[in-house]
Every structure is written in C-alpha cells, then in structure tokens.
C-alpha cells in the first residue's frame, strides 16, 4: 500500500525486455495501463502490440480503502474518552495529534481532510481519513480502582 500511495519508478521485465515505469500516487487495486507498443511482436512483422499492466495492491492491515478515503480504527481509553484530550495517530503521510472530546462515545468517527490517499493523477490532491474510535477499557485494574468504580457507579445510581 505504500509504493501505492508514494508511487514512483518501477522496472519490470517483460520477454526477457526491461521496462522502466513510473507508478502514479493513488492507483488502485484492479486498475489497468496501457503501454503502447511493448506488447508480443505483430504477426508476419508487424509492429508490437500494447502491453497491459493490472496492479495488484496488498491491502494494509490498519487501514481500509474506499477510493482515496481510508478508515482507520483508533484505540482510545476509556480515560481519554471520558474526560477529553489529546492522542497521537499514525498516518501514512505521519503522525498527527488530535483532540478527543470529553463524553466521547465508543464508536465515534473524526475525519482527517486531506490525509488520506493520494487522488490518481491530481497532484497534491488526497481523499480523507477517517478515524472510528475504539474504546478500550483498562485490564488487570487493583482492588483500589475497583472501589472507585464502585463509589463511582453509586454516585450515579448505577450500582449493581
């Protein structure tokens, strides 16, 4: 999914022949070129015919792809959810840091403008990145803890 979405230069060897290309940021999964004359050879000698390249994208396991628009699933605490505030999320063009708002329910989705993958053939044009949050709640919590979740469930009238 990277060279996919950086693009750049690419040789391949087709019947024993080595062809320079240049992949273009944002190609998709199933998209095809067109590469005239460096096909078999004519019959009877005519002139080459044109060669088909299908690209094959390995799927990145963090992101799904819709387009130029990728999804990401961000695991947030439950801490961070309840009370707000900033975390640190991996982009493919690096990371950015966004703010979570206080209240913030498992399930909420942000979007990133701009940081998502490349448009085919738009210089400097992206789709978007959204972020679905995931809200992770704390494991192997101490006796302490587990007496404020309970003073805290009471305080609310949700003690069980």
Known sequence: ?????E???RTLTVNGKKLRINIQPGVEDGQTIRLRDQGAPGRNGG?????YITFRIA????YTRNGADLTLDVPVSIYTALLGGQQVVDTLSGPVKISVKPETQNGTRLRLRGKGFPIYKQPGQFG???LRLDLTL???ITEKEKELFRQLAQLRGEAS
């Open 1 to 5: 999914m990277a060279e996919a979405y």
């Open 7 to 9: 693009g750049g230069p």
């Open 47 to 51: 002139p080459a015919g044109s060669l």
């Open 59 to 62: 799927p990145d396991p963090r």
């Open 128 to 130: 978007d990145l959204y």
């Open 138 to 140: 704390p494991q192997h």
